[in-house]
């Protein structure tokens, strides 16, 4: 009852506002330039069918290799700054203000710097975006471990190391997931920023730039549920592992 | 030498933005092998940094902390901790949690060795069943009594308890006094307790060391002359309660009140 009601609700909720949109469309009697309706996109998705697979999966694999990336060095960042005061200081406005800036405004240096290479480009826009949270998160998550946490270690002569694998790192799992969970939509963000301003015939964003040049507005529109679509997909990826490796934090409920 | 801690001497400061804090002027504690050492005093006369030092976890500035006759320099294994929080960590077990330390201490020994220590362990602070569950599915107590199977499930020779029960409420409290009494009687081991709880100091200690306030001094020490296999009962016979206003006037001179009425 508990599972159908998980699945049964949030499909229900898509229902409704497939419904809303279809009626306001209707209602205003828009022409598809203007919006296109729900009922526009399955054709739209069943004549670029072959397209839809290849340029999801080319977005789905950079943006994960790019999120994979910012995991590794987001975490790095995250435990250097967490051990160490001097790193913290001196990390910190470096990443707020790389941070600050509209990553949009990178696709161009990106673009120019590594010349044709596209795949790379992509991935690495992936990762730019997303490490902040990332390290910021494991960073605090680590500098604020209780002493005593420390200590019943310590006092037995444990290593730092040992201090680290066993005790620090696994409490800030926690926190490592609720920034995943940023870093995911942020990474997949990233990927099509790429694919949209700086177009190379790749990715879910080349096809809807296809469909801007065409005038098939219901492909653009096909596209955008996609890419929400897909964006569901990773996001519900990083919530079964979090499941798995901090399922521990969550609370009975009640 | 007959002592298993000797604490010479010992004066440290803490260096703060306005100077030096002294916390410990020229204490000196000992306690035989085997003893339970109660340790009472004012709010914040550094009753806790009395117990990183006997671990090992800072230098004094001055004087010397033996342990076995050996010059302490820095952790050793032969020591358990327990803390007011329990901190156990809250993605292992209870069971997981005992055997913490002997993951550290015995890395060789065989897994079925450590459940079985650990598990023995449990049992004896009343909480079989509970070995399979989660830190968050206890109670405040139940908590309090797997971070003590914790703290002694290397077979430490010393045990050093900073406000363990502090947290917990009075009859709670006294549950886990009797559960201290009866592990001691099963698991010698020699003990410091830093507590605020003049009951509890009579209820468990062989000696009870009253710190003055800051910088703590030794300023008391009290002979407890109860039998071993004491039950609560005992703290309202007059031999007890005779102790125990003798360690409230301490505490009373220790706060600088000594004229106040009483």
Not at chain 2, 33 to 58: D, H, N, Q, W, Y
Not at chain 2, 139 to 162: E, F, Y
Request: aromatic share 8%.
């Amino acid at each position: 009852m508990d599972m159908m009601r998980k699945i049964a609700v949030p499909i229900a909720a898509v229902l409704i506002f497939l419904c809303l949109w279809e009626a306001l469309v209707w209602v205003n009697q828009w022409p598809n330039y203007k919006m296109a309706s729900p009922s526009d996109l399955p054709p739209a998705f069943w004549k670029f069918r072959h397209l839809f697979l290849e340029m999801g999966w080319q977005t789905l694999w950079r943006t994960v290799l790019g999120l994979c990336i910012a995991v590794v060095v987001g975490t790095g960042i995250g435990v250097l700054m967490g051990f160490s005061r001097i790193a913290r200081d001196a990390l910190y406005p470096l990443l707020v203000g790389f941070n600050a800036i509209p990553k949009a405004t990178l696709v161009p240096v990106i673009a120019l710097l590594f010349v044709g290479q596209h795949d790379f480009n992509t991935v690495l826009m992936a990762f730019l975006i997303s490490f902040f949270p990332i390290a910021v998160s494991v960073g605090i998550g680590l500098s604020t471990l209780e002493p005593e946490y420390r200590d019943i270690l310590r006092s037995l002569g444990a290593s730092r190391m040992t201090i680290f694998w066993k005790i620090a790192l696994p409490k800030t799992l926690p926190e490592f997931f609720g920034a995943l969970k940023v870093s995911v939509t942020l990474a997949f963000i990233g990927t099509n920023l790429v694919e949209i301003v700086s177009p190379h015939g790749r990715g879910l964003g080349a096809l809807f730039k296809s469909g801007e040049t065409n005038g098939d507005y219901p492909l653009m529109f096909a596209v955008l549920i996609a890419l929400a679509a897909l964006g569901i997909l990773l996001y519900y990826a990083v919530l079964v592992l979090e499941r798995i490796f901090a399922g521990w934090a969550e609370r009975p409920s009640g | 030498m007959d002592n298993l801690i000797d604490i010479k001497g010992v004066t440290h400061a803490y260096r703060t933005k306005s100077g030096p804090l002294p916390v410990l002027d020229d204490l000196n504690i000992s306690v035989p092998e085997g003893e339970f050492a109660a340790v009472v005093g004012p709010s914040g006369c550094g009753k806790s940094t009395l117990t990183r030092l006997i671990a090992g976890l800072m230098k004094p500035d001055r004087g010397e902390v033996w342990l076995h006759g050996e010059r302490v320099t820095g952790p050793r294994r032969t020591v358990g901790m327990a803390f007011q929080n329990p901190v156990l960590l809250e993605w292992r077990t209870i069971l997981q949690n005992v055997i913490l330390p002997l993951e550290i201490v015995a890395p060789g020994m065989p897994r079925r060795d450590r459940e079985a220590r650990a598990l023995h362990l449990l049992e004896m602070v009343g909480l079989k069943g509970f070995e399979h569950k989660r830190p968050s599915e206890l109670s405040g107590g139940m908590r309090q009594r797997a971070s003590l199977c914790r703290a002694i499930v290397h077979k430490p020779d010393v045990l050093i308890m900073d406000e363990p029960f502090g947290a917990l409420d009075a009859f709670t409290r006294e549950d886990l006094w009797q559960t201290m009494r009866d592990l001691r009687a099963a698991e010698p081991f020699t003990c410091v307790l830093i507590t605020h709880d003049l009951r509890e100091s009579v209820f468990l200690g062989d000696q009870v060391f009253v710190l003055s306030g800051r910088p703590a001094r030794t300023q008391a020490v009290l002979d407890v002359t109860l039998p071993a296999d004491r039950t609560l009962d005992i703290l309202f016979e007059p031999e007890a309660q005779d102790m125990l206003h003798y360690l409230r006037d301490q505490i009373r001179i220790a706060q600088g009140r000594d004229g106040e009425t009483h």
